[in-house]
């Protein structure tokens, strides 16, 4: 059987996503590099693939999906239910716990997150000014939003439970970005998310994958995608 392909670029936080969860799955797969500088996603061949020219895309045999998260849990159904709280060990609760999470992730966490990583990582390199309006109101979003985290850790190793899922690992591409700007300090008053965190930077697979994501997003080195 040949490799799922995943069409896109590594420093991308949703390309990451996938491969964190290709790479925790055990899954065999190849990474067909794209150019978002040069328009490939934009290209007919591409939105072909997505009709909204986004990445991550990802092919296995005649099945094409899209959305990251909808990628991520299509590889762990497949190869790793344990990542959902299915399978072997699991339960109808920890697997909704699971889904719980990936929701708060989806609309909580990266709404908060997002822009402090365009303002404070991205804007420099790409000619826009720093809006710190923006800034401080999402760092006062995120500590709110990681008083949520902090009681839920304190109960429980992982977001879903005791053994980690895919609603912890679908944390970890924005928040390298976001440990990545002068706000990092702010996860230090929360002891047990600052434990959760370096649990996740931790792993094996999720170093592997942050090897491609440096933190200026390549455009430092030149080595824009």
């Not at 150019?35 to 693939?49: I, K, N, T, V, Y």
Request: proline share 6%; aromatic share 10%.
């Amino acid at each position: 059987m040949a490799p799922m392909k995943v069409y896109g670029w590594v420093v991308s936080p949703w390309m990451a996503r996938v491969l964190v969860c290709l790479e925790e799955a055990g899954a065999e797969y190849e990474v067909v590099p794209m150019s978002r500088s040069g328009g490939d996603h934009r290209r007919p061949e591409h939105l072909a693939r997505n009709p909204f020219g986004e990445i991550p895309v990802l092919e296995d045999g005649d099945l094409t999906l899209y959305q990251s998260r909808a990628i991520a849990r299509y590889i762990s159904r497949k190869y790793k239910p344990e990542l959902l709280g299915l399978g072997e060990g699991g339960s109808l609760k920890e697997s909704a716990m699971v889904d719980v999470w990936l929701d708060v992730e989806a609309h909580q966490h990266e709404a908060a997150v997002r822009p402090i990583m365009w303002h404070c990582i991205i804007n420099k390199f790409v000619g826009r000014d720093r809006d710190q309006g923006v800034v401080d109101e999402s760092v006062e979003k995120l500590e709110k939003l990681l008083e949520v985290y902090e009681t839920r850790l304190s109960g429980s190793r992982y977001l879903a439970g005791d053994r980690i899922s895919l609603a912890d690992l679908s944390h970890f591409s924005f928040m390298r970005y976001f440990m990545a700007t002068e706000y990092a300090g702010v996860v230090d008053a929360y002891p047990h998310v600052k434990a959760w965190w370096e649990a996740l930077l931790a792993r094996p697979t999720v170093q592997k994958v942050m090897a491609g994501m440096p933190p200026d997003f390549g455009f430092g080195s030149g080595n824009i995608p």
